[in-house]
């Protein structure tokens, strides 16, 4: 058979189809887990799914000072730009963000609701969670006080503005190793999806420390926020997994009760519960 016969030319367009393909799928391939979360390894999607909707929402948050209105990233300059792309939703409350998804970008919630002086021991911001986020929370407060368990809102919502300025703060006082342990850079905390609530109470003056999980605050909620759609985000001696060191003060809404009791009798982190939920 000579090179320029009919079945040789299809053979040659058959490889130079495989060749194309493959260097296609090179292009498109997802990135993978950051080496502290090795959890799952997250396989490139390999069919065409609603990616370009999920792309982060651009919108200039109300009342911001023109420099920063302007601006249209608030990532920690050492940020990597090529991260894991979840399927979810950027509003939907099973959402994962974590140290190895892609930026939220300047995504605010369109849902945010103020909790009010009753609820939250801060105004503004921090006094802020989405909306049903914020009516199941001011169910749960009723709910401990009914058990005589005092619990506020210390830190709700987060723009990715204020979220550069938190970490930043915590790598001028504690150098990045141990910023990136306490504290997520802009863009990927589950503070800037108006769904995470850092809650406190009397027992330690309201302050965020590991010890407020002995508490008899800590106590109830690790028994009872599940009933609202609270689950704990950074479980203790789960740190490579999450990627965050122990919080018991940071509670994460994700929708209903029914969820939050399937996530706990699951057993798994919430990065590897919320992977498998679409994400
Ligand atoms: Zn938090």
Not at 44 to 62: D, E, F, H, M
Not at 238 to 250: D, I, Q
Not at 261 to 279: D, H, I, P, Q, V
């Amino acid at each position: 058979m000579t090179p320029g016969t009919p079945r040789r030319r299809a053979a040659l367009a058959v490889l130079l189809f495989v060749a194309v393909a493959l260097a296609s799928f090179g292009c498109f391939a997802v990135n993978f887990p950051a080496p502290e979360m090795p959890g799952r390894v997250i396989e490139p999607r390999r069919t065409p799914g609603p990616k370009q909707s999920l792309r982060p929402q651009r919108r200039t948050p109300p009342g911001r000072p023109t420099a920063t209105s302007t601006s249209t990233s608030c990532e920690y300059p050492d940020q990597n730009p090529k991260l894991y792309v979840p399927w979810q939703p950027i509003d939907s409350y099973l959402r994962l963000t974590a140290k190895n998804t892609e930026s939220l970008g300047t995504y605010i919630p369109s849902d945010l609701e103020d909790l009010g002086s009753s609820y939250s021991i801060r105004s503004g911001e921090p006094g802020m969670l989405r909306r049903e986020a914020a009516a199941s929370f001011r169910k749960m407060v009723a709910a401990a006080a009914a058990d005589g368990v005092t619990i506020r809102l210390v830190s709700g919502y987060r723009s990715c503005w204020t979220q550069r300025v938190v970490f930043q703060n915590h790598v001028l006082t504690m150098g990045l190793e141990q910023a990136q342990r306490f504290s997520a850079r802009p863009g990927q905390s589950e503070h800037q999806l108006g769904l995470a609530a850092d809650i406190g109470g009397p027992s330690t003056g309201y302050s965020l420390t590991q010890s407020f999980g002995d508490t008899a605050e800590g106590t109830w909620l690790r028994h009872n926020a599940w009933n609202f759609g609270f689950v704990l985000s950074y479980p203790n001696g789960k740190e490579k997994t999450t990627g965050y060191a122990y919080e018991p003060w940071h509670w994460r809404f994700i929708g209903d009760w029914k969820l939050a009791k399937a996530f706990n009798e699951s057993g798994k982190t919430l990065y590897a519960w919320l992977l498998e939920k679409g994400n």
